[in-house]
């Protein structure tokens, strides 16, 4: 230890006020780095100064070049642009009008729709000014002259069950590469003339019904009893981070259920390099690491027919405010969820907080952690069959050493009050609208977030819709198994390690090891790990 120090000197001392002359003796403007003549506008990371028009060709080049690395929207695709309105989804949508303009020396060759989702009901916004927020949205929609559709987030609560199935997947351009999908639509333009609209982005008029010369007509909220159950279900979510949750899924649920009935193979979002991160270690916090480079990645491909891609996952939050900021980008900037707690109010303000103090002293904390996702695999989110997927992500479930997990604690388990001797097509439907017939249909994250959803009751109609039919299915192919073995035969494995998977068998089955599945070894009075099932009881206390 430096004792000098006490008396001023020592080798601490005169370093805070060396660096301090040293910054301010480079007031002077800085030279743009790229073309070496325009004094510098704004400094990127440190050494990166740029002009105006620099940054411009810059944040251009990088979004194309994102597209053109991964190669997955091909030529004449259609291409679903989710616009929130706010900063980065609104620099993402003047990309795509630049990109796709005549003047761009290469342009882009994609279909490009617009979705906008309304959340004002859960964001604490009154009906006038939802109606001031959709009228906002609705004039900058109809200025970019793409199609659109405005949708309330009220509306999950009608969405069908099989948005929680992923649909079949259908190759954009079967057996062809990309290089030589691009060369055929170049050829065909040339051959319909330069003259037309040959971009390829022409659809018949935006998904409202309006003409896009039109003045926009006052919008319209959904019913007020629709809104009302939406509230609800928030209101019995027990925490703020369960609520953000909640919202995101039924955001996606809704875009791609737009998607998927409108023709879209694609859905571009606008998160960027810092909500990456912060993403990142917030899934972390909440047991969802198994599926980080599906929640992070570029694309994000578990839906099947539907494919999500994050093509400004490497922009930091500065350069799109600057970009925005030097090229007027119009932005519709919405409240956040209500909480009457003013200090961490969830894991991603927490983690926001966290990583944003970093960034400030360690400029390269964002990108660092970002670049760590990049080497996560996306194998282990992908499930192998139905009963291996979640109810609410759709990911594979994380059951592998459960115990050595911890998933135990966060199983619920309730003593059923039925007769358990009866048949399993009986009580299902009873069984499915408690919280234990659930838990073994979700994944380890989705269990934390279930378990603070409130009751079963309050859920969207698909989710228990869904979850009924799955626990069903369950349960009839155990009553098909037992019905066809009843002597014991050992040919019921494959059911038997059908039910481990849904949680129903679990590795401290108290049954002989020879007794078959469907024979229920057990006494009267034990009860069992899941609603209505005479399979697997628990030990005795």
Request: proline fraction near 8%; glycine fraction near 10%; hydrophobic fraction near 35%.
């Amino acid at each position: 230890m430096c004792e000098a120090a006490e008396d001023g000197g020592g080798c601490g001392a005169g370093v805070g006020p060396a660096r301090r002359r040293r910054g301010s003796g480079q007031s002077h403007p800085r030279t743009c780095m790229k073309c070496r003549k325009g004094s510098a506008a704004l400094i990127i990371r440190v050494g990166d100064p740029f002009c105006r028009n620099c940054f411009r060709e810059y944040f251009m080049h990088k979004f194309r070049a994102m597209l053109g690395k991964n190669r997955i929207i091909y030529p004449g695709e259609k291409v679903l642009l989710a616009v929130s309105g706010g900063p980065a989804s609104s620099a993402m949508l003047r990309q795509v009008q630049e990109g796709l303009s005549r003047e761009t020396a290469k342009k882009l060759r994609f279909i490009p729709s617009v979705i906008y989702v309304d959340e004002g009901a859960v964001r604490g916004q009154s009906p006038a000014q939802r109606e001031q927020s959709l009228a906002c949205m609705e004039t900058l929609l109809q200025a970019t002259g793409f199609p659109y559709y405005m949708v309330h987030l009220e509306q999950a609560l009608e969405l069908p069950a099989s948005i929680l199935r992923p649909g079949p997947v259908t190759p954009s351009e079967p057996g062809v590469s990309y290089k030589e999908a691009v060369e055929g639509f170049i050829q065909q333009q040339r051959q319909k003339g330069y003259g037309d609209k040959d971009s390829g982005t022409s659809l018949p008029g935006p998904g409202s019904g309006e003409s896009p010369e039109g003045a926009p007509a006052a919008p319209r909220l959904p019913a007020a009893a629709l809104t009302q159950e939406l509230l609800k279900l928030f209101e019995a979510v027990e925490t703020m981070t369960a609520k953000e949750e909640l919202l995101q899924m039924l955001r996606i649920h809704l875009i791609l259920q737009t998607a998927r009935t409108k023709g879209y193979t694609k859905v571009m979002t606008g998160e960027t390099c810092t909500r990456v991160a912060i993403k990142l270690l917030t899934n972390l916090a909440l047991g969802r690491g198994a599926f980080l480079a599906v929640d992070t990645g570029f694309k994000d491909n578990r839906h099947g027919d539907v494919m999500v891609v994050r093509p400004l996952r490497e922009y930091m939050a500065k350069e799109i405010a600057f970009y925005n900021h030097f090229f007027d980008v119009p932005t519709v900037i919405a409240p956040p969820l209500p909480t009457k707690r003013r200090d961490k109010p969830s894991f991603r303000h927490v983690v926001e907080s966290f990583l944003l103090g970093l960034q400030k002293d360690f400029p390269s904390t964002i990108s660092t952690v970002y670049r760590t996702g990049e080497k996560l695999s996306a194998d282990r989110a992908k499930p192998s069959c139905e009963s291996e997927r979640c109810l609410l992500c759709l990911c594979a479930l994380d059951l592998d050493g459960e115990e050595e997990l911890a998933l135990e604690p966060t199983l619920i388990i309730d003593e059923p009050e039925q007769e358990r001797n009866g048949c399993c097509q009986d009580p299902p439907a009873a069984g499915a609208e408690r919280k234990s017939a659930y838990i073994p249909l979700l994944c380890y994250g989705c269990r934390l977030t279930f378990k603070e959803l409130g009751p079963v009751t309050t859920l969207p109609p698909y989710v228990r819709a869904e979850a009924q039919r799955r626990i069903h299915s369950v349960c009839s192919l155990q009553c098909r198994d037992a019905a066809a073995e009843p002597g014991g035969s050992t040919g019921g494995q494959g059911t038997r390690q059908e039910l481990k998977v849904l949680g129903t068998v679990g590795d401290t089955d108290p049954r002989p090891s020879g007794a078959p599945v469907g024979q229920d070894a057990n006494p009267p009075g034990v009860p069992c790990r899941m609603v209505g099932s005479p399979w697997a009881p628990l030990a005795p206390k």
